[in-house]
């Protein structure tokens, strides 16, 4: 079957940096998305990783290692504003999204 | 990025009527649109594919004459819950894809329903 785990809950410091880890094992992969959802809101994109190595884009980085079926998220300079769910999914061999359950992210000040 | 419109936002219905749910992608054609739920504290949930001019690919366990999807232009695709019931409550979210090959999937901002 097909899987994405990523951890339920994450807590983390004002000013701080937070990596947010994903494993996948799917049928195929043609590439992996992050997705930031403040509660109540839609997901908005942030990132998509289809070859190995870090992308950085301003203060979120996404890592991908295909080889090993993992990603994470780094988010540096934590703000209040970053609290939200954090959805790590993958594209499959039919192309049709497969989600992780989220990654709640607590800032504290 | 490329900007989809979901109407309306939330809506409150009573038990036993249809609501429709309309999703507009503004500034570009979509070839194929999504609609996903989710109920509280868990991931989004695909209901159905719909493409331009065919008919929805529902996902297992979804009933297509209870949630009839219509893609009829490449701007605008309606979800349309016929008599709702209050377990049909939930957070349904619509996202596009601008064409074929195109990985990246827009979302709009949700509509919240609920049935009394």
């Known amino acids: 079957g097909q899987n994405i785990d990523q951890p339920t809950e994450m807590t983390a410091t004002e000013g701080a940096i937070v990596q947010i880890n994903c494993t996948y094992q799917?049928?195929?992969?043609?590439?992996l998305f992050w997705y930031q959802q403040h509660a109540g809101e839609a997901p908005t994109f942030l990132s998509y990783?289809?070859l190995d190595g870090l992308e950085e884009k301003g203060r979120f980085s996404s890592f991908l290692s295909r080889s090993k079926g993992y990603s994470y998220l780094l988010l540096k300079e934590l703000q209040m504003k970053d609290s939200a769910s954090y959805l790590c999914?993958?594209?499959?061999?039919?192309?049709?999204?497969?989600w992780g359950a989220g990654t709640k992210l607590i800032i504290k000040p | 990025g490329a900007v989809v419109s979901q109407h309306p936002s939330w809506v409150i219905c009573k038990s036993g009527t249809s609501v429709k749910i309309e999703c507009r992608s503004l500034d570009f054609q979509a070839t194929t649109m999504f609609w996903y739920r989710q109920f509280p504290k868990q991931s989004l949930m695909l209901m159905a594919t719909s493409n331009e001019g065919s008919k929805a690919t529902y996902e297992q366990g979804v009933e297509k004459d209870k949630f009839l999807i219509n893609h009829a232009s490449l701007t605008l695709s309606t979800l349309t819950v016929t008599s709702a019931h209050p377990e049909d409550s939930s957070f349904y979210i619509c996202?596009?894809?601008?064409?074929?090959?195109?990985?990246?999937?827009?979302f709009g901002a949700g509509t919240r329903l609920s049935v009394l």
């Open positions: 999914a993958v594209l499959d061999s039919n192309y049709q999204l497969i």
């Open positions: 990783n289809v």
């Open positions: 996202s596009a894809r601008s064409f074929e090959g195109e990985t990246i999937q827009y």
């Open positions: 799917t049928s195929g992969f043609n590439g």
